[in-house]
């Protein structure tokens, strides 16, 4: 079974301030996705990161790919009140039928202002 | 359309009712799946579809039916449902063969109350 640790599990921080959520697993996965989700809504898609090493960058926020591709970090710069909700990781193992998204406990973050 | 649209938005029943949630989209994607989500909690897979048939069931109650009868559309019936079973359900859908890297779009889901 493919586990996901997801860490720390709230974060509650002042506007400006910089955090890093960690995603975990000693399972090898195809890529790792990162959803934001507001309450009452459903998560929807920050990123894929597929290759081992991978760096991506959406304006405040990085995301990296460990390169044994079992592990992901977010990293958002200047936090920001509109940055608050569940940030969720989640594992994708392969296309075969039986295989489905697996997720991370999931981070609540709340900035501030 | 890039959306996933569930219906209702809010439900409430009692345990005796029989009440169904549905799903749509028109993006074309071939695989949909059904979440239960509770408060604060990542969401729970209970279903997959691939190609309108059933190919995950996460040893979900029988109180929970769903359905696929189409490639847009996906239902969930629900039939004597407990208190416990109150949470936010949630649809997604995707490509097959591309998920990893377009992940799945969610819909906002349907909050259901069980009294």
């Known amino acids: 079974t493919q586990l996901l640790e997801q860490s720390p599990q709230f974060l509650s921080i002042q506007e400006g301030e910089n955090l890093t959520v960690y995603c975990n697993s000693s399972s090898v996965f195809s890529s790792l996705q990162w959803y934001r989700q507001e309450p009452g809504e459903g998560p929807v898609l920050l990123v894929t990161?597929?290759?081992?090493?991978e760096v991506k960058k959406l304006k405040r926020l990085t995301f990296q790919f460990g390169d044994a591709r079992k592990d992901s970090s977010l990293h958002i710069t200047a936090a920001q009140p509109g940055d608050t909700g569940l940030y969720l990781c989640?594992?994708?193992?392969?296309?075969?039928?039986?295989?489905?998204?697996?997720f991370g406990k999931g981070t609540t973050l709340s900035v501030s202002s | 359309d890039t959306e996933v649209t569930q219906t209702p938005k809010h439900l409430v029943m009692g345990m005796t009712n029989k009440k169904s949630l549905k799903c749509e989209q028109h993006?074309?994607?071939?695989?949909m799946y059904w979440y239960k989500q509770k408060a604060k909690k990542p969401p729970e897979l209970m279903f997959v579809y691939s190609y309108e048939k059933l190919s995950i069931n996460e040893s979900v109650p029988s109180r929970f039916s769903p359905e696929c009868p189409n490639s847009s559309l996906l239902n969930l019936h629900l039939h004597a449902l407990q208190p416990e079973d109150s949470a936010l359900y949630l649809c997604a859908s995707s490509q097959v063969g591309t998920a990893f890297n377009y992940g799945y779009t969610f819909g906002s889901g349907t909050r259901l109350t069980v009294v």
């Open positions: 989640a594992g994708y193992g392969g296309d075969q039928a039986g295989t489905a998204l697996i």
């Open positions: 990161v597929v290759t081992g090493g």
């Open positions: 993006m074309g994607h071939r695989a």
